[in-house]
């Protein structure tokens, strides 16, 4: 008995390990009664939604956000699947308005069907002009085929804020 459950546990691991992430692709909507610990700005947001496509090689993501104190902002993130660093540039809120700013994207694909998150940008200081780092770490989950949770740190020279995102799947 022990010899004929060998070879299902081995096919079962294997299975498994080949799983990679889950499919994230769709329409999300915050939906900020599950969300914890939102940043302060997200007082003046009225609407924040993902549009994700996803394939083997590739997570894009369509980031929305619309609010009653700044105008509406969209950014696309592309991310390769095989855990390598994409350079691009991304678009950040300054008391000038928008500026777009150096950033690398890394999104690493765990055996559970979560997906990793770096987001690593050079922010502009507002008093030296320098860049200085900002980090954002995300921990992707999909809790239930219509909820994605998003479990989120974000390390800049003012600290440390941790939030978890929920949104629910629109289409």
Do not use: C
Request: aromatic share 4%.
């Amino acid at each position: 008995m022990r010899k004929a459950l060998l070879p299902l546990a081995l096919l079962l691991a294997v299975r498994m390990h080949a799983a990679g992430p889950a499919d994230f692709s769709g329409q999300w909507s915050l939906d900020r009664s599950q969300s914890k610990d939102l940043p302060p700005f997200y007082e003046e947001v009225k609407s924040h939604s993902l549009k994700i496509t996803q394939n083997e090689k590739e997570l894009v993501v369509g980031v929305d956000i619309t609010s009653d104190a700044h105008e509406p902002l969209h950014i696309d993130f592309t991310y390769s699947l095989d855990g390598q660093p994409t350079k691009t540039e991304s678009q950040v809120r300054t008391p000038n308005g928008p500026l777009s700013v150096p950033t690398i994207l890394t999104a690493k694909p765990a055996d559970d069907g979560k997906i990793g998150i770096t987001i690593e940008r050079d922010l502009p200081s507002p008093r030296s002009g320098e860049p200085m780092k900002g980090t954002t770490v995300e921990t992707w989950r999909l809790q239930d085929a219509k909820t994605l949770v998003i479990d989120r740190v974000d390390e800049t020279r003012r600290g440390t804020m941790t939030s978890t995102l929920v949104f629910t799947r629109s289409q």
